[in-house]
């Protein structure tokens, strides 16, 4: 299992990656709200600024400070290690 750094010191498993997208369109806003209410909301972005909504294959949604380009380029490198720098 690779764990992919996602900031903060929270990780993600790549293979349960579905998507990563930025959170500034109405379908993206709409799928967190629906995922806060039924409770499948995790947010990793420890009270910053959300600039990715990464969605799993169980449905959850995960919200964090990085950039997409960023958590892209962790899952695509080296495998995704967790000793990545925090970039925000």
Do not use: Y
């Not at 498993?13 to 967190?32: L, M, Q, T």
């Amino acid at each position: 299992m690779t764990l992919i750094s996602v900031g903060f010191g929270n990780t993600v498993s790549a293979e349960r990656i579905v998507a990563i997208v930025g959170p500034d369109s109405s379908p993206i806003r709409r799928i967190i709200q629906e995922a806060k209410e039924d409770g499948r909301l995790i947010d990793a972005s420890c009270g910053r600024r959300t600039r990715a909504v990464i969605i799993t294959d169980s449905d959850h949604i995960i919200l964090s400070a990085l950039q997409p380009e960023t958590i892209s380029h962790r899952i695509t490198s080296k495998g995704g290690t967790i000793d990545d720098e925090e970039q925000e």
